[in-house]
T-cell receptor, first 115, second 114 residues
Framework: GAGVSQSPSNKVTEKGKDVELRCDPI?????LYWYRQSLGQGLEFLIY????????KSGLPSDRFSAERTGGSVSTLTIQRTQQEDSAVYLC?????????????FGPGTRLTVT | KQEVTQIPAALSVPEGENLVLNCSFT??????LQWFRQDPGKGLTSLLL?????REQTSGRLNASLDKSSGRSTLYIAASQPGDSATYLC?????????????FGEGTQLTVNP
């Protein structure tokens, strides 16, 4: 079946603009995760969804970052008033359930560049 | 706070060599450990998942071991090929965060020369 998909694959935006990044998880996966990969910071956890709720959003770096998930499927990560330090690759992952034993499957990522 | 370290940061080997990548973590309270491969400009491909109760997992030319009490894992790649060139990432699922996230190492960049 299809894997995790993300769109857009690349996004260039001007400082101060808002951006939306989209993630389509594997069909039937109830858990969804967002991570960020940036130079010098490695791969960092942002937020975890189980169904439509977010039991753990402790990794969101500031209140400019928000995410939602609707219908237990698609998720959108929104960054408001983008800053240059937001430039990174944003990766989405999904797993069958949120139980720790289950493997996470990653999408190809969205490369965000803030100019 | 859980920290994951991977050594070496980069490795270059001739084709055909067997090699070992190392991963260490500071808190042994983990649910599992996962090894990933990342090609340039791409997402992560899961290679092996080892549950905390397991000692090793094998897939083809790859073998991963886990020594939870000492906070170490190794990824063994047999008979390396140029197509194995990629960055290899190790990640643990810490109990302290209720298993809701993966904590990653910085990765080992592997180059296999023909």
């Amino acid at each position: 079946g299809a894997g995790v998909s993300q769109s857009p694959s690349n996004k260039v935006t001007e400082k101060g603009k808002d951006v939306e990044l989209r993630c389509d998880p594997i069909s039937g996966h109830t858990a969804l995760y967002w991570y960020r990969q940036s130079l010098g910071q490695g791969l960092e956890f942002l937020i975890y969804f189980q169904g439509n709720s977010a039991p753990d959003k402790s990794g969101l770096p500031s209140d400019r970052f928000s995410a939602e998930r609707t219908g237990g499927s698609v998720s959108t990560l929104t960054i408001q008033r983008t800053q240059q330090e937001d430039s990174a690759v944003y990766l989405c992952a999904s797993s069958l359930t949120g139980l720790a034993a289950y493997e996470q499957y990653f999408g190809p990522g969205t490369r965000l560049t803030v100019t | 706070k859980q920290e994951v370290t991977q050594i070496p940061a980069a490795l270059s080997v001739p084709e055909g060599e067997n090699l070992v990548l190392n991963c260490s973590f500071t808190d042994s309270a983990i649910y599992n450990l996962q090894w990933f491969r990342q090609d340039p400009g791409k997402g992560l491909t899961s290679l092996l998942l080892i549950q905390s109760s397991q000692r090793e997992q094998t897939s083809g030319r790859l073998n991963a071991s886990l020594d939870k009490s000492s906070g170490r894992s190794t990824l063994y790649i047999a008979a390396s090929q140029p197509g194995d060139s990629a960055t290899y990432l190790c990640a643990v699922r810490p109990v302290e965060t209720s298993g809701s996230r993966l904590t990653f190492g910085e990765g080992t960049q592997l180059t296999v020369n023909p």
